[in-house]
């Protein structure tokens, strides 16, 4: 059964950092793109950033490039999201997702909240 389960989320200052971790079980993780999508209150799901398979290119939305950085370790099955200088805008549920976009299989999510 195809599991991915985030964490790391929490309640930070404006200009804060966090570092999301996504562990990923039931498949073959090396094998697939993996995405970090998020969803904000009241609003529609919306696609963070990519990362390859194997090279580990990376591919990130306008909002978020030059502040979050996304990563992953094959050996682990695990998915990482470095989210810094944080913007009350980047507040929402960030989920991990199985595959190059949004739609693919996801986890329950993990919340970020941006306050001072």
């Known amino acids: 059964e195809v599991q991915l389960v985030e964490s790391g989320g929490g309640l930070v200052h404006p200009g804060g950092s966090l570092r999301l971790s996504c562990a990923a079980s039931g498949f073959t993780f090396g094998a697939y793109p993996m995405t970090w999508v998020r969803q904000a209150p009241g609003k529609g799901l919306e696609w963070v950033s990519t990362?390859?398979?194997?090279?580990?290119?990376?591919y990130y939305a306008d909002s978020v490039k030059g502040r979050f950085t996304i990563s992953r370790d094959n050996a682990k099955n695990t998915l990482y999201l470095q989210l810094n200088s944080l913007k009350t805008e980047d507040t929402a549920m960030y989920f991990c997702v199985r595959g190059g976009s949004t739609d693919g299989r996801r986890g329950p999510g993990t919340q970020v909240t941006v306050s001072s």
């Open positions: 990362i390859a398979p194997k090279d580990g290119t990376t």
